[in-house]
């Protein structure tokens, strides 16, 4: 990945480029962010009893990095699931959100569904577009490789999930 985005950071220096250390795939955003919360009024232990309750019998995540997707906001390397496991999660914290008196904002946005990695945001004007996008496209089918989750974690986060600014509030190991 990072070979990839080196390509595209010579040619368009002036983009957002995630470092490995933020590259993240969102299981769910639990409460999205917005001016004004405050991580001390709400009561953690709480939201850690429904995850736990949401993952107690998550089977092996496995994820392939494989193919890109552009949008005129980022570029995002595309998630392949080899089961279920992600999708069983995701539905069960709705369930549990849903039916729990706890502040969420679960699918406010849209409903996420997919395992993708956000790894370029679009900050400012592309100037040499030909490059870029030939660049994108030599790696349009790009294997990345595959790996399996063995960890979840709930963090308080910027809307980049810039690692200086996430704050870990609890790891759940699979």
Request: with cysteine; glycine share 2%; aromatic share 12%.
């Amino acid at each position: 990945m990072q070979r990839f985005l080196n390509e595209l950071r010579t040619i368009a220096p002036n983009q957002y480029y995630y470092p490995d250390s933020d590259i993240h795939i969102t299981v769910m955003s639990i409460i999205s962010c917005y001016d004004g919360f405050d991580l001390s009024r709400i009561d953690l232990s709480k939201y850690v009893d429904i995850i736990k309750k949401s993952i107690a019998k998550t089977s092996e995540i496995k994820i392939q990095f494989k193919g890109l997707t552009a949008s005129p906001l980022c570029i995002m390397v595309q998630g392949f699931m080899a089961n279920e496991s992600l999708t069983e999660i995701r539905d069960h914290l709705r369930f549990h959100f849903k039916n729990s008196d706890l502040q969420h904002s679960l699918d406010q946005r849209y409903a996420i569904q997919t395992a993708h990695a956000t790894i370029v945001r679009f900050s400012n004007k592309i100037v040499n577009k030909t490059a870029f996008l030939s660049t994108v496209e030599a790696f349009k089918n790009c294997n990345f490789g595959t790996f399996k989750v063995d960890q979840l974690e709930l963090v308080f986060n910027d809307w980049y999930q810039k690692e200086q600014h996430v704050k870990t509030l609890y790891r759940f190991n699979l």
